[in-house]
């Protein structure tokens, strides 16, 4: 059982077009962080969201992380070839330090 | 600043022969470290995480081991690898108890033919 499911799992979209991708879950977390990883690289950390119903912005990049605690989405608005990546949500419960991460959402944003 | 190095970032073993992959981590001190796995390209399995040295903890039984020798080093070993042991593997760490924001080496992409 997957305890943090994204969708969609693929999304290849054209230049200059805006996107949501989602992390869902049954499972409350204390905080949730999203990455992007480019292919042979290491994932790289872009937010924490840790009050529910927060929202962080970062450029073109909107950050919610649901009331509940359980869900978080990332919207890109006027995508562009340099967004394109692999994007992972990762999940901490408690006082626990080991994060559970999605299988994340292949994203290819075509010029 | 912190930086993370994992070596090697490419890996070809044959069926059977012993593994050695190390990271280390510099301008920090007591990181919680971690190895993770990544088939295809897709989700993260955590395989060991430390928060001292000596200290191991292992999430999922297979033919891996890991050890910290010093405080900025983890290396991941095996006796005799497997063909399920392909992938890419990942070193990372963290700040510490209650700070679980991931700093991730580059990887190595570990083929075993």
């Known amino acids: 059982t997957q305890l943090l499911e994204q969708s969609p799992q693929f999304l290849s979209i054209q230049e200059g077009e805006n996107l949501t991708v989602y992390c869902n879950s049954s499972?409350?977390?204390?905080?949730l962080q999203w990455y992007r990883q480019e292919p042979g690289e290491g994932p790289v950390l872009l937010v924490t969201?840790?009050?529910?119903?927060e929202v962080k912005k970062l450029k073109r990049l909107t950050f919610q992380f649901g009331d509940a605690r359980k869900d978080s989405s990332l919207h890109i608005t006027a995508a562009q070839p340099g967004d394109t990546g692999l994007y992972l949500c990762?999940?901490?419960?408690?006082?626990?330090?080991?994060?559970?991460f999605g299988k994340g959402t292949l994203l290819t944003v075509n010029p | 600043s912190q930086t993370i190095h994992q070596w090697p970032a490419t890996l070809v073993q044959p069926v059977g022969s012993p593994l050695s992959l190390e990271c280390t981590v510099e301008?920090?001190?007591?990181?919680?470290l971690y190895w993770y796995r990544q088939a295809a390209g897709r989700g993260l399995q955590l395989l060991f995480y430390s928060v001292g040295i000596g200290q191991i903890s292992s999430e999922v039984p297979q033919n891996l081991s890991a050890s910290r020798p010093q405080d900025r080093q983890f290396i991941l070993s095996s006796k005799k690898l497997l063909l399920s042991d392909s992938g890419f593997y990942l070193c990372a760490w963290s700040p510490g108890v209650g700070n679980e924001k991931l700093f991730f080496g580059s990887g190595t992409q570990l083929s075993v033919l």
């Open positions: 969201v840790v009050t529910g119903g």
């Open positions: 301008g920090t001190s007591n990181p919680n």
């Open positions: 499972s409350v977390f204390s905080s």
């Open positions: 990762a999940g901490a419960q408690g006082s626990n330090y080991k994060l559970t």
